[in-house]
């Protein structure tokens, strides 16, 4: 077979194309600009061009697989629409890839990054082993992809985005956050939720549905959906209550996990720290595992440890080999990503682009280095979700001591009068902020004396990001 990708860099595209070269077929493809992550494919033998230039296409392709993150009016897009070629997006694919496997869905407006890749690291060490498809690079595979053709379970980012995680009839699902986002896509929050319900049903009936306790409730606190009949009895109760509202259901047989509580399935207890490492005790409904260890990871990883964990225990992997998989996950690219970790100075690179992700990260750096000067970076992904959650940009990104912003990554989407990142900071309840290009960044930062540096977001950040390593270890360290 011969596959054309249009966006080929994309990080779930990207995947794709690996796995299909792998597999022997005949693999090439566009993308707007070069990248690490395009330059990674072309080392592997898959041509990329980054020329709008329908010539380009090779001739004899099968099939096309783009993102909708690429314009319809790209000439590439109109030139194969016109020839016939068959087209399909890329959670058709997946979805296509998944089918007649147990596959492990993870979705959610955060967290399910990191949450894919542990599960697979977790699978991969195990007898039962999987192929994954990842939203980002886990360090233990260097690789978004990990393919073991002798194993029945497949795990999958699941993204919400367009709805793409429509495609995919899970053996697993793992909700790990339904938090307002795309809302491009979706219109409205209880759009984006009905999405994710209809997502969280399609779960096979023999299968297992993990959700973290309190996603599918409204903000008031009332729930969303009501709980099918297999659940708990305290979520029996739970539900008699709302017997009468207009709810939906979810059906899949389900459980429940946090980072803490104790009316859920699993959940995390005794959650501490020591030389660096994150150590925790994981309740199950099968008892206690006592002294988990993840290391040199920040906090809100212990609720992905915990969903990891459900998982894999679901799964079959007795506590050892839980154990040494949480134990031996070495994390992924841009998340919670240390480039320097010195006693002098710390930097962390983080793909954090909604509030609540960054809320999470800076809570997490306050945990690890009580009272230190945290000079933080942010660039703005999108012009819609900066202009749709503005203040709780600017509430989190007020509790920085220094801020530093740039300018909208505006990915696939055209300006929007009056967003920008100067509207943003304007609501910052701080006097000490900036905006700054990239090359201002390189200057300010190292004058400003930071104990630690976090930069943030999910646009093009990553390509200041050894630039700025680079400098502070030249001027800082």
């Avoid at 005949?26 to 230039?53: C, F, K, N, Q, W």
């Avoid at 073991?148 to 429509?166: G, T």
């Avoid at 990142?421 to 990239?438: E, G």
């Amino acid at each position: 077979m011969r596959y054309y990708f249009l966006g080929i860099g994309g990080i779930g595209m990207s995947a794709l194309a690996r796995y299909f070269h792998r597999r022997g077929d005949e693999v090439s493809g566009y993308d707007r600009t070069p990248s690490p992550l395009t330059e990674e494919l072309e080392s592997e033998g898959i041509a990329v061009h980054y020329d709008d230039a329908s010539e380009r296409i090779p001739e004899g392709v099968d099939l096309v697989v783009y993102t909708p993150a690429v314009p319809q009016e790209l000439a590439e897009f109109q030139a194969l629409k016109a020839s016939g070629v068959p087209m399909k997006k890329r959670s058709q694919v997946l979805g296509e890839l998944t089918q007649g496997k147990h596959c492990i869905a993870v979705a959610g407006s955060h967290g399910k990054t990191t949450t894919t890749t542990m599960i697979a690291h977790l699978l991969s060490k195990a007898p039962c082993g999987c192929t994954a498809f990842l939203g980002g690079i886990g360090k233990n595979f260097d690789s978004n992809l990990w393919v073991d053709a002798k194993s029945d379970y497949v795990v999958v980012e699941a993204d919400e985005y367009d709805r793409s995680f429509l495609q995919l009839h899970p053996y697993m699902a793992v909700i790990t956050a339904t938090d307002p986002d795309h809302l491009d896509i979706y219109g409205t929050h209880e759009a984006m939720m009905d999405a994710y319900v209809q997502f969280a049903n399609q779960t096979a009936d023999d299968g297992r549905l993990f959700i973290k306790e309190g996603v599918f409730q409204t903000s008031d606190g009332e729930p969303y959906v009501e709980y099918g009949h297999e659940h708990h009895d305290h979520h029996h109760e739970h539900g008699e209550h709302h017997d009468h509202a207009p709810h939906p259901a979810l059906h899949a047989p389900l459980s429940t996990y946090t980072a803490h509580g104790i009316e859920v399935d699993y959940y995390a207890i005794n959650v501490r720290t020591y030389n660096g490492n994150l150590f925790f005790d994981l309740r199950t409904p099968d008892g206690v595992l006592f002294d988990l260890e993840i290391d040199g990871t920040a906090l809100f990883n212990v609720e992905n440890a915990v969903a990891a964990s459900a998982v894999a225990l679901s799964c079959g992997l007795d506590q050892y080999q839980l154990r040494q998989g949480l134990k031996t996950f070495a994390g992924v690219r841009r998340r919670f990503d240390y480039r320097i970790r010195e006693k002098s100075l710390v930097y962390i690179d983080d793909y954090a682009h909604h509030p609540k992700e960054i809320a999470s990260t800076l809570e997490s750096i306050r945990y690890l280095y009580p009272g230190k000067r945290v000079v933080g970076i942010f660039q703005p992904h999108l012009y819609s979700r900066t202009r749709d959650l503005a203040d709780d940009f600017a509430r989190v990104l007020g509790s920085l001591d220094e801020l530093i912003m740039m300018p909208i990554y505006p990915a696939r989407e055209k300006p929007i009068l009056g967003v920008t990142s100067s509207m943003v900071l304007h609501k910052v309840d701080s006097m000490s902020k900036y905006l700054c290009t990239p090359d201002q960044v390189l200057e300010l930062v190292p004058a400003l004396c930071p104990d630690v540096v976090v930069t943030l977001g999910a646009g093009d950040i990553d390509r200041l990001v050894p630039r700025l390593e680079q400098v502070l270890r030249e001027q800082v360290l």
